[in-house]
């Protein structure tokens, strides 16, 4: 780098600080700015988003627990976690043990736990209500059942019947397909879960008498606090939250709850937390909150880059004032910082632009994808709340057709029974009954004839129970028939609790479904037609099940095709079902003493176990696995995808959303479980991301038109502004190159009418004035000796430097008509051209004077008479001159304010000659006092300019001390070299610096006597 003179380093700190400070905002304040304001602006966008989904997270877990909110779903939970967690460990028998014993002891009354090993041992029972023997019997049946030796069917056991809790025969289907089944109304031995595994098996009589009304919410709440999530249930008219212990908690909930009751917003943002607030069915509200403490994102980013901004800014701001305070500054072509210009202009926005557009699509993605699953949420609501449309366009229907065609005539009788036909076609019902009062029945059915079942027959005689009840004709069957099922009705729109058995005969008109257990036969509607006579004439009797209602509801609601963005609604099921594994089972443990009753052992043999007509060999049998179907409506491939979505879903009970792919095409799939369909049953919405993609795809589309036109025109702008502006500075620079290299003939080509073109102009105004000084400065150069003289042991020689075009240091030597010789050395005031011409003036003038006879003293009386008179009191000049007699080695030497000439004796050996004089042109004759000098052998007369003595000053020592001392450093050099030396090795021209002044070095040298002479 250059140089920092010690000018720049004694200027003070704070100047161009203010230049630098705007420079610097100009080239990084602004575009930093630009891009903290655009990180604020998507950083604040990410934040919304990031609300809506922990507000959106919270209404989830708020379906959650209200989808957990029924005790049987908690109880099946939990069990099966149990299995779980048992089946994972390494003692899976051990570690069932010890969890059946944890729940005992924390619920006492509400399980019963029977855990048998894999030869039907009870290894555990952890109530005496039943023998182990039933347990053992009732394991038998269900493996032997599965391996499909021989059917399930217990009511010859009523030792089985009485474990299992009292099921009616409809029920013990259930122990083969399904793990939880409800067997009774009872409050003891309600439920009954089963797991017949590899390494263990678990019965589990589940007892309402147990259960807490509290137990689900006091088992789901704390665990939702533990994810820094709190749920209440709050009493709507007292505001009271029964499981609140913090009375800082409970009056924010209250003031939250009163909130959100007054404006009508589903959402809250207030005292430092997010809330969201439910309605249990049963009245209450579920009130869930969170802490709005989480920090926006990207925020510590943010502040890690206006770190990191201030950092560059001031980073960029000190080097400008550096740049600035460099002397001089370092050389940068103006085309180079133009294009930087243009670049920081130019690229700096797009590169923000284009930083602004890569987020802007990602945080616009997010949030379309975002939007479509809320909507397909809201849509999957939307049907969930039409299923109680569809039961009920079940009553309206049967009730108006049977309103507007009941009569006594066979023709109104026909009527009746063709609207009825059309009813069960258009309303997928599976059968319709007429009962007469006389005895008489008629079945209607579809197409084909109904198989008769257990269902169908049970059907048949409720119908008939029911007809004579309304009738007063009860009999004891009827009586005895009631009270061996066992039946429970419950109304099918609507939550409404089970309701006792004579209620159903006041239920008509209503569609309810009838539960044997847990299991629902069927779904009846039934009404009356009554004749002159109070009691009913004929009752009507339509049958559905569930899988019927679900068609029907599917037909009337569900959109076959997809909807206009693509979405398909899908409503899907699994039915397990049972087959036998291939390979051994593993080897069982040794189970220790048994019964030999139900085993018998032989030598050499596997064990078996036995009982009637039951033969199953444990070691080379395995257990059946079930293999799920899905049935789907509408019909439609199921990939691989949707069935792990389908199964995470059944898993977690709650709406849940992923990217899946479905026919080789990217789609959002949002489920929601059916509260009011069947079990197992999800409503599904798969929304193509094609939309999504094509409006994202037409979003860059845009933009990329958008930017590449910006490019376009910015492009265009650049190319004209180089046109305008780097064009003629390129001329400009090559101009300023021509300078440099002496070539004053280059022109600039004529420019536009701007300052460019009057700089043009003035500029090629000065090549031509500088080509004229170049001419002159040959000419001058030509005026001076380039060669040495000789005069007999005298030689003289001289070389000037001067300090711009023009000098105005002169020298000259000539041989007068007398023989003497004629040194002539002197300095013109100033620089440029009045000092060339006043040199040439005087040197004319030394050459006339110079070649006639004469003494010295007329040509120095010539010389001050010329300056004065034609210069004026403006222009002087010194002048040392030497008037040489080689024949009698006499030197007489005039000064006229010259710098005093050194006597050069060798290195090392100085003697100033002094003379004294006046400047010639201060007066017409100058005034002059001559000085002998007289040279011995060897030695030199040194005349100089005052250029190079004054270039060396020092606050220490005078320049005149320190040009001593460097001249007496010079080595005995032949006279030609001595004289160039004197100023090539002079510290200006090794410091590189220019020259302040001409430099002109003159020297008269007697030659040394050859070796041997006097």
Not at 148 to 165: C, I, K, S
Not at 761 to 770: A, D, G, K, T, Y
Not at 893 to 921: D, H, I, K
Not at 922 to 930: A, D, G, I, N, Q
Request: with cysteine; charged share 25%; aromatic share 10%.
């Amino acid at each position: 780098m250059p140089h920092a003179s010690a000018t720049a380093a004694r200027r003070p700190l704070w100047e161009g600080a203010g230049a630098a400070l705007v420079i610097a905002l100009f080239l990084c304040g602004f575009p930093l700015f630009l891009a903290d304001a655009a990180m604020g602006y998507l950083w604040g966008l990410r934040w919304h988003n990031l609300e809506e989904k922990r507000f959106w997270g919270l209404e989830r877990t708020l379906q959650q627990v209200l989808a957990m909110q029924e005790p049987s779903y908690l109880l099946r939970q939990t069990l099966t976690r149990l299995v779980r967690i048992a089946e994972a460990s390494p003692a899976p028998l051990a570690k069932a043990c010890a969890l059946a014993r944890a729940l005992t002891a924390r619920f006492p009354d509400l399980f019963t736990f029977t855990v048998l090993d894999p030869a039907g041992n009870v290894v555990l029972q952890t109530a005496d209500h039943d023998p182990p023997a039933r347990a053992r019997d009732l394991f038998r049946r269900l493996l032997a059942a599965r391996l499909g030796q021989e059917p399930l069917d217990l009511r010859r056991r009523p030792d089985l019947v009485e474990y299992v809790g009292q099921a009616t025969p409809g029920v013990w289907r259930q122990l083969l397909d399904h793990e939880w089944m409800e067997v009774s109304g009872d409050y003891f031995k309600t439920s009954f879960y089963n797991h017949l595994g590899r390494q263990f098996t678990l019965f589990v009589n589940i007892h309402w008498e147990g259960m807490r009304p509290d137990l689900v919410f006091r088992t789901i709440l704390p665990r939702l606090e533990a994810r820094g999530i709190k749920a209440d249930v709050v009493d709507p008219e007292t505001l009271k939250l029964p499981f609140c212990r913090d009375d800082d908690h409970l009056r924010l909930a209250q003031q939250a709850v009163a909130r959100l009751n007054i404006e009508p917003r589903p959402r809250l943002t207030a005292f430092g937390r997010m809330w969201v607030m439910s309605e249990i069915p049963r009245g209450d509200l579920l009130l869930a909150s969170r802490p709005h403490d989480f920090q926006a994102p990207g925020e510590r980013e943010r502040w890690r880059f206006r770190s990191a901004a201030v950092i560059l800014f001031l980073a960029g701001w000190w080097f400008c004032w550096f740049w600035l305070r460099w002397d001089p500054p370092p050389y940068v072509s103006l085309r180079w910082k133009l294009v930087g210009l243009f670049l920081v202009a130019g690229g700096v926005p797009l590169f923000i632009i284009a930083f602004l557009v890569a987020a802007y699509m990602r945080e616009r993605t997010d949030l379309l994808v975002f939007r479509t699953e809320t909507e397909a949420h809201r849509v999957l609501e939307t049907l969930q709340a039409r299923v109680d449309r569809a039961w009920v366009t079940c009553e309206r229907g049967l009730n108006r057709i049977i309103d507007e065609n009941w009569g006594w005539s066979p023709a109104a009788l026909r009527r009746l029974q063709r609207r009825l036909g059309d009813f069960m076609v258009t309303h997928h019902c599976r059968a319709i009954r007429l009962l007469g009062a006389d005895g008489s029945e008629l079945l209607m059915r579809p197409q084909g004839r109904l198989r008769k079942t257990l269902d169908q027959g049970f059907v048949r005689r409720l119908l008939w129970a029911t007809m004579r009840h309304l009738r007063g004709e009860s009999t004891a069957d009827d009586q005895r028939f009631l009270e061996e099922t066992g039946y429970v009705v419950k109304a099918k729109s609507g939550p409404g609790p089970d309701l006792a058995q004579d209620e159903f005969f006041r239920l008509e008109g209503t569609l309810n479904a009838v539960l044997l257990g847990s299991r629902e036969v069927t779904n009846l509607l039934f009404r009356c037609i009554h004749g002159r006579d109070p009691r009913p004439a004929w009752l009507v009797g339509a049958q559905w099940t569930n899988r019927d209602l679900l068609k029907l509801w599917a037909t009337r609601f569900l959109p076959v095709k997809p909807l206009d963005d693509g979405t398909e609604l899908l409503l899907v099921g699994y039915l397990p079902k049972y087959r036998l594994a291939t390979g051994p089972a593993p080897a069982a443990p040794d189970p220790g003493p048994v019964s030999t009753t139900g085993v018998a052992r032989g030598p050499g043999t596997a064990e078996t176990r036995s009982g009637p007509g039951l033969q199953v060999d444990s070691h080379a049998m395995s257990l059946p696995q079930p293999r799920l179907y899905y049935p789907c409506y509408p019909s439609r491939p199921l990939t691989s995808d949707f069935v792990r979505f389908f199964k995470r879903m059944v898993g977690r009970q709650r709406p849940l959303s992923a990217r899946i792919r479905y026919k080789g095409r990217p789609h959002l799939v949002c489920g929601r479980s059916g509260a009011m369909l069947a079990e197992a049953v999800g409503m599904f919405s798969l929304t193509p991301l094609t939309a999504v993609e094509e409006e994202i795809a037409g979003l860059k589309t845009r933009i990329s038109f958008l930017a590449f036109l910006s490019l376009g025109f910015t492009s265009l702008l650049g190319l004209f502004l180089a046109r305008k502006f780097l064009r003629p500075v390129r001329e400009i620079s090559l101009a300023v190159r021509a300078v440099e290299e002496e070539r004053f003939h280059h022109r600039i080509p004529p420019q536009d009418a701007d300052e460019l073109g009057v700089l043009t102009i003035q500029f090629n105004r000065m090549m031509e004035s500088l080509g004229e000084v170049s001419m002159a400065r040959r000419v001058q150069g030509g005026l001076l000796p380039r060669e040495s003289l000789t005069a007999g042991e005298y030689r003289v020689f001289g070389f000037s430097r001067p300090a711009s075009q023009l000098g105005g240091d002169y020298f000259d030597y000539l041989v007068r008509p007398d023989g003497k010789v004629l040194v002539v050395h002197g300095d013109v005031t100033g620089h440029g051209v009045p000092a060339a011409l006043v040199m040439a003036m005087v040197k004319a003038l030394v050459n006339h004077f110079g070649h006639h006879p004469g003494p010295a003293e007329e040509i120095l009386a010539a010389l001050g008479g010329v300056l004065h008179r034609t210069t004026g009191k403006g222009i002087f000049m010194s002048l040392g001159l030497l008037e040489l007699d080689p024949a009698h080695h006499t030197a007489t030497l005039y000064n006229c304010g010259n710098p005093y000439p050194f006597r050069w004796q060798g290195p090392g050996r100085l003697e100033l000659v002094t003379a004294r004089g006046n400047l010639v042109g201060l007066r017409e004759t100058p005034r002059v006092f001559p000085v002998r000098v007289d040279l011995q052998p060897g030695e030199r007369l040194l005349f100089y300019s005052d250029g190079l003595v004054e270039s060396l000053a020092t606050p220490e020592i005078s320049a005149f001390t320190v040009f001593e001392r460097f001249l007496g450093s010079l080595p005995a050099l032949p006279l030609e070299e001595f004289c160039r030396a004197a100023i090539s090795r002079h510290p200006v021209s090794l410091r590189g610096d220019p020259w302040p002044d001409d430099a002109t070095v003159v020297v008269i040298e007697r030659q040394a006597a050859p070796a041997g002479t006097a």
